[in-house]
């Protein structure tokens, strides 16, 4: 059995601060964009799909000068910031991780972020002596992101579990999608009302462990 965890919103709780921070470099190129919109347009989505929703769906062109490489290198700049002074694990991940561990249950992360970002916020929260380089996938290693399949099939490849046995731990609409055209079972972690047609959603980290828990059939997983 493999357990994929998404990073952000998952291992760290750091949507609502890169929500901030997106909404504030918006708001530089004369894009008024408040965080909780940011919030839910975009997170779980790649910067270039973010662009793309910016010009088609929002409506409003990027200014005729803007330069990508330099916004991202200025969101990157402002985002590593406020996880310095306020990234945290989430809740009730460290004891679930632990669980698994000593059950030897297979685990990884697998991230639309890029492998950086990933290094990092595991490292700012302390995640990082749970997850060796082996177990860290993201969207650098496929052609395609999220809501694609390509990175969940990956890393499943990679460690060597079937699909079949690989259960998706989310938050996203985006990774959601890419975790059923994957064909995996999928444990939605969100305030949010389910997006996936056979999604099971959780409010928090422990109710989603009791119920990983209930599914294992096998010894407590719960904090």
């Known amino acids: 059995m493999l357990i994929i965890f998404d990073c952000d919103g998952v291992l760290v709780d750091s949507e609502t601060l890169a929500a901030q921070v997106f909404s504030e470099e918006l708001r530089s190129l004369g894009i008024e964009m408040t965080p909780e919109q940011c919030f839910a347009q975009f997170h779980g ?3 270039p799909y973010c662009y793309r929703w910016i010009e088609g769906e929002y409506q409003q062109q990027l200014p005729s000068d803007f ?7 200025q969101l990157m700049v402002a985002t590593s910031k406020a996880f310095d002074a306020n990234l945290k694990p989430v ?3 460290v004891e679930l991780i632990k669980q698994l561990r000593q059950r030897n249950i297979s685990y990884c992360v697998a991230s639309n972020g890029r492998h950086s970002k990933i290094n990092r916020s595991l490292a700012l929260t302390g995640l990082d002596e749970w997850f060796s380089a082996e177990r860290r996938f993201s969207v650098e290693d496929v052609e ?4 694609a399949p390509d990175l969940f099939l990956y890393a499943a490849e990679a ?7 690989c259960t998706v731990i989310e938050d996203s609409t985006s990774g959601v999608a890419a975790a059923e055209a994957a064909g995996m079972k999928v444990m939605q972690l969100s305030v949010e009302e389910r997006v996936g047609d056979k999604t099971d959603v959780f ?3 422990n109710d989603l462990s009791k119920a990983l828990e209930s599914s294992l059939q096998g010894p407590s997983l719960a904090s």
């Open 91 to 93: 809740e009730g991940v």
């Open 144 to 147: 395609h992101g999220k809501p």
């Open 203 to 205: 409010r928090t980290m």
């Open 159 to 165: 460690i060597g579990v079937p699909v079949q046995f």
């Open 67 to 73: 330069d990508r490489q330099e916004f991202d290198r």
């Open 45 to 47: 989505h790649t910067l």
